[in-house]
């Protein structure tokens, strides 16, 4: 959270702190216009008036300490009287790009590590087309790696990596304040949201009451003015492939991008929640989401969606003795741990017994066969 000149950080995996209060708060020099992180959280850029402050944070545990003041990068004062800044989004390598407006147009900065000086300095940036005004600044992460990318006022996605370019793909009917992309095979899907409420798969429109969303590698994930949460598995956004046939057999039977109904006693893809709730974050390995409620407080659910495709990752993977134990606490059909993988899990029963270990337990699994 921005409070003036405090940033206020809590870890949700660690900690549930509702505002204004928060486990770590750190001051700043000036007051604080922007915050990003990268892909683990470990370096956090802090844009303020005067400049950028780079936070290391070594854990983000509870007892951990809070996130310690690297490095400084302090902006001309010819930058500070005719630039409005707006943005910052990480880039390669742990640098960071900035967007900033003179007025007319709209600036782009790349600050980085310089190994030959010791020092933050400004290095080159790719040209965009001169013709284009940048909206907003966006990054996705691959393997840990950022991808920055630049809107631009007609809804145009653009790759602010070393190489450059545009993603001709990922394009919005219009420009949109809120925005994330998500990888989908060798492709990109850009989800947006309008103030109004609609809410894009690249040019598709899915939904019109839409009041805030958010994405993982596996979902979509947005509430609505019906009061619901819903989760849209993600695929092929237009029901087709253009990869080559040879090279990705598996990716032909990608349907359309499927929008549940608002039936949460049938369809576990959908569930009620508080009037008004807005999602904050979702957290993946532990299978939760995390909503705001009107009154500022903080909530953590674990979705039937989200708990399920843990469960299957975790059976990919061979950890039975998680899975198992996800089950159990979730309620969730044990028929499950054997259904997903029916072939590896009979190659594997030795290492399934030795992982759950308990009697007991491995009695309650064999009863819920079927």
């Known amino acids: 959270m921005i409070d003036g000149r405090s940033l206020k950080v809590t870890p949700f995996q660690a900690a549930n702190i509702p505002p204004p209060m928060a486990l770590h708060e750190i001051t700043i020099d000036s007051n604080i216009i922007d915050i990003a992180s990268n892909a683990d959280s470990s370096v956090i850029a802090v844009l303020h008036q005067e400049g950028i402050a780079f936070l290391d944070w070594k854990s983000s545990t509870a007892a951990g300490s809070p996130p310690m003041l690297m490095g400084r990068f302090t902006f001309t004062t010819s930058a500070k009287m005719h630039e409005?800044?707006?943005?910052?989004?990480?880039?390669?390598?742990?640098?960071?790009?900035?967007?900033?407006?003179?007025?007319?147009?709209?600036?782009?900065?790349?600050?980085?590590?310089?190994?030959?000086?010791?020092?933050?300095?400004?290095?080159?940036?790719p040209e965009l087309p001169a013709t284009t005004s940048i909206l907003s600044l966006s990054t996705f992460f691959e393997s840990d790696l950022p991808h920055p990318l630049a809107q631009d006022v007609t809804g145009v996605i653009h790759s602010l990596s070393a190489a450059g370019g545009s993603l001709s793909h990922c394009q919005f009917p219009m420009a949109l304040p809120w925005i994330e992309l998500v990888l989908n095979g060798d492709?990109?899907?850009?989800?947006?949201?309008?103030?109004?409420?609609?809410?894009?798969?690249?040019?598709?429109?899915?939904?019109?009451?839409?009041?805030?969303?958010?994405?993982?590698?596996a979902h979509l994930i947005f509430t609505t003015t019906a009061h619901l949460i819903k989760f849209v598995h993600i695929t092929n956004v237009e029901g087709k492939t253009s990869f080559p046939i040879l090279l990705s057999l598996h990716l032909l039977n990608f349907q359309d991008l499927e929008i549940p109904p608002d039936d949460p006693e049938k369809d576990e893809r959908c569930r009620s929640i508080e009037r008004g709730a807005r999602l904050v974050t979702a957290v993946p390995t532990s299978a939760s989401v995390i909503l705001q409620m009107p009154r500022g407080n903080l909530e953590t659910i674990f979705p039937r969606a989200m708990v399920i495709s843990g469960i299957r990752t975790l059976i990919e993977e061979k950890n039975y003795r998680r899975a198992f134990t996800n089950?159990?606490?979730?309620?969730?059909?044990?028929?499950?741990?054997?259904?997903?993988?029916?072939?590896q899990f009979l190659s594997n029963v030795p290492l399934f017994i030795d992982q759950v270990r308990k009697?007991?337990?491995?009695?309650?699994?064999?009863?819920?066969?079927?």
Do not use: W
């Open 327 to 343: 089950c159990r606490t979730q309620r969730v059909d044990m028929n499950l741990l054997y259904d997903h993988a029916p072939e």
């Open 187 to 217: 492709s990109q899907i850009a989800f947006g949201m309008s103030g109004s409420g609609h809410l894009y798969a690249n040019s598709r429109l899915l939904v019109k009451n839409c009041t805030s969303f958010l994405v993982t590698r």
């Open 359 to 370: 009697i007991s337990y491995i009695d309650l699994f064999l009863s819920s066969l079927r």
């Open 84 to 125: 409005s800044l707006q943005q910052i989004t990480f880039s390669e390598n742990n640098s960071v790009i900035v967007l900033s407006s003179n007025g007319h147009d709209s600036l782009i900065k790349r600050i980085g590590f310089n190994n030959d000086t010791g020092r933050l300095e400004e290095i080159s940036q």
